[in-house]
Nanobody
Framework: QVQLVESGGGLVQAGGSLRLSCAAS????????MGWFRQAPGKEREFVSA????????YYADSVKGRFTISRDNAKNTVYLQMNSVKPEDTAVYYC??????????????????WGQGTQVTVSS
């Protein structure tokens, strides 16, 4: 059983920055891939970014590439999402997720086994 707790969300102006954190407990954090997803009101949950178990490989949705950076600290059982140059369309609830069956990350949300409760990010124009 893996528990995930996100933090760091809030209100930020367009063009600003925000860093999300996701603390994991249970399981062996360094042995599974992690992902970030988001869901805006009235929309389906979508992939944002993912990182392999080792942290050596990361993947991004085209909409955030070049602006967001995913990283992980396996010693602290934490994954991060650094969000720079945010836009109003980045407004959503952001969720972290764990894929405990894979070392390599995937963008398919159906492959993730555990989810956090989400943290709200609101970008004002």
């Amino acid at each position: 059983q893996v528990q995930l707790v996100e933090s760091g969300g809030g209100l930020v102006q367009a063009g600003g920055s925000l860093r999300l954190s996701c603390a994991a407990s249970g399981g062996t954090f360094s042995s599974y891939a992690m992902g970030w997803f988001r869901q805006a009101p009235g929309k389906e949950r979508e992939f944002v970014s993912a990182i392999s178990a080792s942290g050596r490989r990361s993947y991004y949705a085209d909409s955030v590439k070049g602006r967001f950076t995913i990283s992980r600290d396996n010693a602290k059982n934490t994954v991060y999402l650094q969000m720079n140059s945010v836009k109003p369309e980045d407004t959503a609830v952001y969720y972290c997720a764990a894929d405990i069956r894979r070392l390599v990350a995937t963008a398919d949300l159906n492959e993730y086994d555990y989810w956090g409760q989400g943290t709200q990010v609101t970008v004002s124009s």
